[in-house]
């Protein structure tokens, strides 16, 4: 009898440890995500795997998961990709992550990112009278730089019939993954506001960005959801330095004091950990750290993070929101190289699962101080 009751003693000792330090874990970071594409239909069962298998035990609490076309829109099945995801896929991945209380985001490319490379996407491929830019054609083979200073369309904000579409989209796949958020994407926007489009010309590069960052929140506010963007085009490139693409050249940073404070900015940087962040969280928003392929920085902006909530005034605290993971490769990748099954081109440790590895590690080692 005594030996029972000092294994249950054991027992309970061991459950309340837990419980602190996952407690310290979710006061210290209260997002741990990752950002990642969604599994293509044949890699599916994979994916839902390493969920169970590998999220779950990292203590990730949020999957933005960017779905883009790849699901059977019922809406719009024109924009649908060839092979997407139905319904009864999404739904295993949705079924995995309620098991394990994790959030999941869906996104869809909004604004920017309506093309890459040499191939215009879906919503432009289907409906080329949104496209902001529809003088400046795709190249055979595409460059960087280039003339016409192409990197990737996007679509006009102020075409009367573009949010029809768009917010159909959105209701669709909010309705679809049960979620209460959506990110739009918004990252890297540099054709906004053209000299040659009959409704943007001369308008207000940040004005137009905040239009369609707030049409776009109001839209989710009315059905009782959140919107998630990427914070670039809301920082100033030049006077921080930090250029074109991690920031903005082009004036739409302005926006940043136009847009509703609901917003949650996920804040991307991958070279350096600019602590942009504490600018965000003044300006009154929530905001995200976002690492990618470098385990060093990453596991800075771990800490920067830490630092961040543990030095902020009561008001400040809450703003700064955690960290998401961020995957620029597929989710077979990704796993596969997570698993040891590959490497990088050149045998390193500069890809998004070693970040991953260390950003994950380096939280759950300051939880348990």
């Excluded at 298998?53 to 990292?58: C, F, G, T, W, Y």
Aim: aromatic share 10%; hydrophobic share 35%.
């Amino acid at each position: 009898m005594k030996v029972t009751r000092n294994v249950l003693t054991l027992v309970l000792m061991f459950g309340t440890l837990l419980s602190g330090a996952q407690d310290k874990l979710n006061e210290m970071f209260p997002v741990r995500g990752i950002s990642i594409a969604a599994p293509r239909k044949q890699s599916l069962e994979p994916f839902v795997k390493f969920i169970r298998d590998e999220l779950a035990p990292r203590k990730v609490n949020t999957l933005l998961l960017r779905v883009d076309y790849n699901y059977e829109f019922e809406s719009h099945p024109e924009l649908r990709d060839s092979i997407a995801l139905s319904k009864a896929d999404v739904k295993k991945i949705v079924n995995e992550c309620k098991k394990h209380n994790i959030r999941i985001i869906p996104q869809i490319n909004l604004l920017g990112h309506q093309s890459w490379a040499s191939t215009v996407h879906n919503l432009l491929k289907v409906y080329p009278q949104f496209d902001e830019t529809p003088h400046i054609q795709m190249p055979k083979e595409y460059k960087w730089p280039n003339p016409d200073g192409l990197y990737c369309k996007s679509y006009c904000p102020l075409h009367p019939e573009v949010h029809n579409v768009v917010f159909a989209l959105i209701d669709e796949i909010c309705d679809v993954f049960e979620t209460d958020a959506f990110h739009a994407g918004m990252d890297e926007v540099f054709y906004i506001g053209d000299d040659k489009c009959p409704r943007c010309s001369g308008r207000d590069k940040a004005e137009l960005f905040a239009g369609e960052v707030t049409k776009i929140r109001n839209h989710l506010a009315s059905k009782g959801r959140e919107l998630w963007i990427w914070g670039d085009r809301l920082i100033d490139g030049k006077t921080t330095g930090i250029g074109m693409w991690e920031a903005s050249m082009n004036n739409t940073y302005r926006a940043v004091d136009m847009i509703p404070k609901d917003v949650v900015i996920c804040d991307w940087h991958y070279e350096r950990a600019d602590k942009t962040a504490v600018y965000f969280a003044m300006k009154g928003f929530k905001v995200v750290t976002c690492p990618w392929r470098r385990p060093e920085v990453g596991a800075q902006q771990v800490e920067d993070m830490a630092n961040f909530r543990n030095t902020a005034t009561p008001q400040m605290k809450e703003n700064f929101y955690g960290i998401i993971q961020t995957v620029w490769t597929s989710p077979d990748n990704f796993i596969e190289g997570y698993y040891g099954k590959k490497k990088d081109d050149k045998g390193g440790t500069m890809t998004a699962w070693h970040c991953f590895d260390a950003v994950y590690k380096r939280m759950e080692a300051l939880a348990k101080q």
